[in-house]
């Protein structure tokens, strides 16, 4: 048995939304960066081609910039949106009951989480992926919703690696190397 007290804070919230939101769809945002531009410069062609671009006034030109910052602006600011995003979350009150105290207490069969409000109990097999960050451990039970742990919880290496050794013993290989799609 492997016990670990810590408390959820904000910016652990944040972190993992960040995570979800903005990491894990790399891919994804790739995809739309490519469709994207290859509107763009299919919509420069054909204004090429129809004549619109060899008469430069400063309309055309306006609606032109206008075009390219609506295709660049998304890619700009789409971190800091999520960002901002998360934080609206964890700063309504309805949802303070996520940043409190949590006892996880992980056996060969279950992982328990207790909060003053709560008494969660996970078999191994629902955890279907596991990441791990710099300062984060997130065990996913879906695509969007995880049990959040944060590294600074281990107050020694010990610790760390007891944390550790109780994931590999008991987590699946397809929850360890599992990409989930977004």
Known sequence: MFSLKYILTKDDYIKFYTHVFW??????RRVNFLKQGVFLITFLIVLYIAGGLG????????????????????????????IRSA???????????????YNLIATDSELLIKTEF????????????KTETDSHYFLF?????????PKSACKSEEEKLALNKVFSRNLSLDAEFNQIQN
């Open 23 to 28: 990491e894990e769809g790399k891919k994804k």
């Open 55 to 82: 008469s430069f006034n400063n309309f055309s030109i306006a609606i032109y910039s206008l075009i390219f910052l609506s295709t660049l602006l998304p890619l700009i600011s789409g971190k800091s949106s999520i």
């Open 87 to 101: 934080e609206k979350i964890a700063d309504n009150p309805d949802n303070d009951s996520l940043f409190t105290d």
């Open 118 to 129: 709560t008494e969660t109990k996970y078999y191994w097999k629902a955890i279907i992926k």
């Open 141 to 149: 039970e879906n695509s969007l919703q995880a049990i959040i742990i």
